[in-house]
């Protein structure tokens, strides 16, 4: 039996799109994560969300037990599925504060639709391996494969980390104009975070944070370069589906 051309990109696109849409159900059953009581801090933070202009925000709560666990994160492409995450060592040892500054550079993740776009990063990203596996029968299995690991490194290793990081780097100046320079800024100080592969180090993010505070040419630089950046995602995912349609003719 032999596969229809184009199998490949449908099937990945398919699975990609499938895991997207149940993550939010996904991470919620598997942290048994609650909804945070919506007096009090809850309150707030949906008058945070509110003012952010992110509609249909909901909180939840997760028992992690480990201090190191003192963590946040957000999942959900659409409104209806959007949701923030706080573990309980996080609410048990920070302030009201500095939880509503953990859940402002959540919510600048939702402004942005940056999941969004990561995901279409993805698929982009896999739409020319079939390309290129079309086009190894005219170019020779080396040429093919050997221009398919190179694609899959500068991709991998370069393209998605640097998105990531100019991503984390929106969404802390988008939490710091949310609930002030200062508070958001002292919390970073705070967390003392390692540098990970999204997230340059706690020092360099405040660093980063007060030169735009300093000096607003920096802050519209990095607005600017976010603009360009999603448009470049688009016209790439567009690229290589129409690479796709040529190559399936
Ligand atoms: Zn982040």
Sequence with gaps: MSLEPG???LAAI???LCIAAALPYLVVTLLRARPLDSRGLGHRLDKLAATAGVRRCRFLVWS???RAAENALSVGLLPATRRILLAEPLLRNLGEDEIEAVCAHELGHF?????????????????PLEVMGHAGEHLGIVLAWGGLLLYLIVVWTLVMPRLSRHFELEADLF???????RAYTTLLGRQELP?????????????RLEAMENAPRLRRKLLARGRLVRLG????????TTALAVSLR
């Design 7 to 9: 199998w490949f990109s």
């Design 14 to 16: 398919t699975g990609v």
């Design 64 to 66: 992690a037990r480990r």
């Design 111 to 127: 402004f942005y639709s940056h999941s969004v776009y990561l995901l279409v990063a993805i698929l982009a990203s896999i739409v």
């Design 175 to 181: 939490g710091a104009e949310l609930v002030g320079w």
């Design 195 to 207: 540098a990970g592969p999204r997230h340059p180090t706690g020092v360099s993010r405040v660093g």
């Design 233 to 240: 995602i688009l016209v790439w995912m567009g690229v290589a």
